[in-house]
């Protein structure tokens, strides 16, 4: 009977067979018709996605993403060498390891110039047991490329052991690197996290023979946990860092890299649910617009790379999004030009730098915009502050103030919570506050400029009824927490089911309901009331109560502050 040769061996084997092969290659970019042509591996063998299920495992929106931008799409298996037409080879959440003659097959592609996509999961989770990370395709990658995949789970501090093993609740987010690359300029640009669902944590190294590398996506809050008895029933282990063994700080999930000399492109997921149709690329329950849309954009912008395309005809961003940025610039208000001004008197202020011309104040779903502009560019020492009417009984209950670069929200004399408001003052002054602070349909009764080196007095008033439009938009991201993406002193938690939730002023079904959500929405929780079977949650539009059993968490809820409950 004949044994299997060391693991040792084999690799030895695959290097010498690759180096056989790779001779009689000659380098050089694969064939590029007019159309790109993009290999998406579907193989019963090795498990992939399916490139024709509509269901949340598939990929078909992912094969659509590349036919939008002009690409022929073929489905192949690495049993077969790649067809020389193949520009761009996509491989996504193989189950298991892949046979030698399938990475000889994709091996030899790249060898000749032809682009890679390949998306992985954490072994041991969802029924995946591929790859180790120190062989297959990930050691031809890390000796060729410089990224390397490391066998541990990205996981939050507040993971318990029960939500690694539903995929459906390993989800957090991901922040794109600090660099130039144009894949990520507008996550950059509108603070755009990118949602995972568990992921391999990756090491990347710059520079390599012939070849660069860069990451894309990391996580500030997570860490890799390197056990995996948390997998098994017997004995039941907590998900838990630990100092001197799993990584923390800087974890990468995504990178690409491309040779200099063949000009072949890789790109590197270690989270296939990025990509697949019913975790990164899902739809708004009952709609078409995309739920996650950092994961959207940067989906598209790297098969655009992957492609080759020039920048200029990468996706536009999605339309029905308020793309308005708060920089204290006034270019990107001319699409809000039909926008009601409010005028005010020129020359009524002691100083030009306060004196108010007009204002501009709309809302989306999610947010108030402001844009105040004054006869000249405003003082750096400018404030604004704002009052509205909640309550509908003509008093002002809330105040808004905005100075330098932070906004403060109180009502009744209480502050509340706003990470997720901005201020901003260039050659205009423009603010951005959540609704959850203000309601949906408050009325705004006065709007003035002052000075933090006054006495608080107001130095310029708008003598006129504000009135605020209502567009119907919504914002780049109602979770948007600031550059670092954390949810603060919260959990995120996913409506879970099939079925809209309501959302309720108070711990009651008896209770007013504030909105309602589709499947698959994230939420941020924080707090629950004493029993533990109401969970507090919030986003930018509102702030309310969901009971815990329509909730996918990512922690644990008992960890949250009792919040005293309002009356239903």
């Not at 080759?308 to 996706?315: A, D, I």
């Not at 030009?337 to 108010?356: F, H, L, N």
């Not at 209950?397 to 009502?411: C, L, Y």
Request: with cysteine; charged share 20%; glycine share 8%.
């Amino acid at each position: 009977m004949m044994t299997k040769p060391p693991r040792r061996l084999r690799l030895v084997a695959l290097g010498v067979l690759l180096t056989l092969l790779a001779a009689v290659v000659v380098p050089g970019r694969a064939q590029s018709p007019e159309r790109p042509v993009v290999a998406f591996v579907f193989d019963s063998r090795i498990r992939t996605a399916a490139t024709n299920d509509p269901r949340d495992d598939g990929i078909t929106k992912l094969v659509q993403i590349f036919r939008d931008q002009g690409a022929n799409t073929l489905n192949i298996s690495l049993l077969d060498p790649v067809p020389e037409a193949v520009q761009v080879v996509v491989l996504v959440h193989p189950r298991i390891r892949l046979p030698m003659i399938d990475i000889v097959h994709l091996w030899l592609h790249i060898q000749r110039g032809g682009h890679v996509l390949f998306a992985t999961d954490p072994n041991y989770q969802n029924g995946v047991n591929s790859d180790a990370a120190s062989g297959g395709m990930f050691a031809l990658f890390n000796n060729d490329y410089g990224i390397s995949v490391q066998e541990a789970l990205v996981a939050e501090p507040g993971f318990t052991r029960d939500a690694i093993l539903d995929i459906g609740s390993t989800f957090s987010r991901v922040i794109p690197e600090n660099n130039d690359h144009p894949i990520l300029a507008p996550l950059h640009t509108h603070n755009l996290a990118v949602q995972i669902w568990g992921a391999r944590p990756m090491r990347v190294e710059p520079f390599g023979l012939d070849s660069y590398a860069i990451p894309l996506l990391y996580s500030p809050t997570a860490f890799g946990e390197t056990g995996r008895v948390f997998f098994s029933d017997d004995p039941p282990v907590p998900v838990e860092f630990t100092p001197g063994k799993d990584d923390d700080g800087w974890i990468n999930v995504a990178a690409l890299a491309e040779n200099t000399a063949t000009g072949s492109r890789i790109a590197m997921l270690n989270d296939s649910e990025i990509v697949q149709n019913g975790y990164g690329l899902a739809y708004i329950g009952g709609t078409d617009d995309a739920l996650h849309l950092g994961d959207w954009i940067f989906a598209q912008r790297l098969a655009a790379w992957l492609m080759g395309l020039p920048e200029s005809e990468w996706p536009d961003l999605p339309s029905n999004v308020t793309w308005l940025l708060i920089d204290g610039a006034v270019e990107d208000w001319d699409a809000y030009q039909y926008m009601p001004v409010v005028q005010d008197t020129v020359g009524d202020a002691a100083s030009t730098d306060y004196d108010i011309q007009q204002a501009v104040l709309f809302q989306n779903d999610d947010f108030l915009y402001v844009l105040v502009e004054t006869q000249t560019p405003p003082a750096d020492s400018v404030q604004l502050r704002l009052e509205f009417d909640t309550d509908f009984d003509t008093v002002a209950d809330t105040t808004v103030v905005g100075a330098g670069d932070q906004v403060t929200v109180s009502r009744n004399g209480e502050i509340l919570s706003t990470p997720d408001a901005q201020f901003q003052t260039g050659a205009v002054i423009e603010m951005r506050v959540p609704l959850r602070t203000l309601g949906v349909s408050a009325g705004g009764t006065a709007l003035c400029l002052l000075s933090s080196e006054s006495s608080g007095a107001a130095l310029d008033c708008v003598e006129r009824a504000l009135a605020i439009q209502t567009v119907v938009e919504r914002a780049p991201d109602d979770l948007d927490f600031g550059p670092d993406f954390s949810t603060g002193e919260g959990l995120l938690v996913r409506v879970a089911g099939d079925q809209r939730i309501n959302v309720r002023t108070a711990p009651s079904t008896e209770s007013g309901v504030v909105a309602v959500y589709a499947p698959n929405t994230m939420l941020v929780a924080t707090g629950r009331n004493e029993a533990g079977d109401w969970i507090q949650v919030q986003n930018a539009r509102m702030i309310g109560w969901v009971a815990d059993f329509l909730l996918a968490v990512n922690g644990d809820l008992s960890t949250l502050p009792v919040v005293e409950e309002a009356a239903p």
